[in-house]
């Protein structure tokens, strides 16, 4: 599937995506003018602290925000169809056929009554026109696809039966149902132990070489778009303040709010006690967030330049690498040396207790 003609080929394209929510306290502007795209096939990571518009951005693909206090503006042009414009049945035709999402917690997304296999086969079975035997069919082979071991005996079982790493196997299973071109996976592991944090990243990534899907993974961790992401967009306060490559983002981040995520990236070679660096301060208001850069308030670098609001464009990074920071180029490879040590790969201290 995986056709590498195919592959330089935009599958979504977000275009100054705005998602605006009307609330008491004023206007809380949780998106505000995102773009990304993300090619067939390939996996895109997006990072960004809580409440930076991470899940707000993706359910809106989804047309999941469209709640009466919302007010969403731009385009999210899918296979040449804006979403944006799609009446609610529409899609609903396209949701978890073309494109599947799965969330942190996969009990709240698998009903408790009922077994996990009919659940499967009801996913299966709204998209498509298949028996229930051949639904019941491709519902055993799903769960042996996702790992689970003894699918054909474990269909019969309700959720609670399941270990959480199996629920997200589970969940993960019933999003690709319907061989969807895009999944996102919104903060997939998460609530899950270290260890099976690990197994379902493995499984992502070997489920995407074999399927050759698109995927939109959404974390505040670092280490997990590391761990799988072709490119990266690093979000704050509504916006995407860096976008680039894998490497680009790991190797040259041109922001000093990259510096400070990769400051704070939990290390498989730092011991166990190691105390994380963390950005100092909180994130900004959505409602009246600082003039000029969202960032300044908390940017030790901040100058008078940085109450104006840069744009994200290319300014010192290779060709496709942007970023949103006014300070030079040159100036910022001396800073972030100092701000994240060898680009965050400097050993922490140990915390004494
Ligand atoms: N329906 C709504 N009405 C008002 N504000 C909302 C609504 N939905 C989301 N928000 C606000 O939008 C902001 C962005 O939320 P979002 O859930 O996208 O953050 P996130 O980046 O996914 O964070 P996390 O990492 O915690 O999941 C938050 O401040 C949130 O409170
Ligand atoms: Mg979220």
Redesign the pocket.
Known sequence: MSDSAHSAETLLSVEDLKVH?E?DEGI?K?VDGVSFEVKRGEMLGIV??????????NLTILGL?R?S??TISGRIMFEGRDLTELGGEELQRIRGNEIAMIFQDPLSSLHPFFKVGDQLIEAIQVHRDVSKEEARKHATDLLGLVGIPDAKRRIGEYPHEFSGGMRQRVMIAMALANDPKLLIAD?PTTALDVTTQAQILRLIERLREELGMAMII?T?DLGVVAEVSDRVMV?YA?EAVESGTLDQIFYDPQHPYAWGLLGSLTRIDRPRTARLAQIAGQPPS?IRPPKGCHFRDRCPHAFEKCTEHPDLEARGGEAGHTDRCWIDPERKRELRVVSTGEIGLEAPEEVTS
């Open positions: 929510f609330t809380v949780a960004g602290e809580s409440g930076s518009g991470k899940s707000v951005a925000t709640a206090n919302a903060e959404v505040h979000m509504g959505l």
